[in-house]
Every structure is written in C-alpha cells, then in structure tokens.
C-alpha cells in the first residue's frame, strides 16, 4: 500500500504539471494539499483539481504588503486534517515563513508527513515535527 501524504504544498510546481507526472492522482493517499497559483490560473487550477475529486478553498495571504494565492483541497472521502473551523481565508503576516507555519500547523499534526517541492517549507516542517519528504518533478 502507498505511504500516506497527510500536506502537500506545492510552491513552484503548477498543478497542471503535477497532475501530469501523477497518472493515478485519483487514486493517491493525499489527504490535503494546497497549490500556490496565480491569479491567471487560479480558476483553470481550482476547476482541474474539483475535476480530480478535491473539495477547494482560496486561501490569499498578504505577505509583506503583496498578496499570495494558494487554493487547498482535500479529497473527497479521504481523511484531511484541518485544525481552523470557520476561519476568514485571508491572512495577513510580516514573513512566508509565519504564513507557512500557519498552514503546517492548521492542515496537520506533528509527527504526520508532509510533501513539498519548497526546501524552506521541509525546514519549518521539520522544526514542527513533521517527517518529511522532497516532491521530485
């Protein structure tokens, strides 16, 4: 049986080329996942992942005065951790690395494992006791 992926983040590679490289994404053991988009392809994003059985939410974060897009999805039927309960999905923070632990802290718990294709995000992961693991184009 596949390892469970309990958080994916997705920085720098676009969902259109992860689906791509992973031919059974409908099949994988992903519980929740969020894509860094840009406001030209969030919509095309958001409608590929609804397409491949995800249930979607924009989050938009204001880092330093710029703002940031990440759509999350969890699939449908599978188990995701979601630690905020109606919660306003736009934040405000100083640095990335505050906004990034947010989301590690509010999508899982420690010890769960989380994949990402963002060096720095493994590093905060790590320092908040998740194992980790480096997503390979």
């Known amino acids: 049986m596949e390892q469970r992926i309990d958080l994916m983040i997705l920085e720098d590679t676009e969902y259109s080329e992860y689906r791509e490289t992973n031919e059974n994404i409908k099949k994988l053991n992903l519980g929740t996942l969020y894509v ?3 406001i030209e392809t969030l919509s095309e994003t958001r409608a590929d992942m609804v397409n491949d059985d995800y249930t979607t939410r924009l989050f938009v974060a ?3 005065g710029e703002n940031s ?32 632990k947010h989301i590690i802290n ?3 718990n420690e010890l769960e494992r989380i994949v990402s294709d ?10 908040l ?9």
Do not use: Q
């Not at 630690?83 to 505050?98: A, I």
């Not at 963002?118 to 320092?127: F, G, S, V």
């Open 36 to 38: 860094k988009v840009s």
């Open 62 to 64: 204001k880092i330093n």
């Open 69 to 100: 897009f990440y759509i999350y999805g969890k699939k449908k039927g599978k188990k995701g951790t979601f630690n905020e309960h109606c919660k306003n999905t736009f934040y405000e923070y100083d640095s990335k690395s505050d906004f990034l």
């Open 106 to 108: 509010t999508s899982s």
């Open 118 to 127: 963002d060096k720095d995000i493994l590093k905060l992961a790590t320092e």
């Open 129 to 137: 006791k998740r194992e980790v693991s480096t997503y390979e184009k």
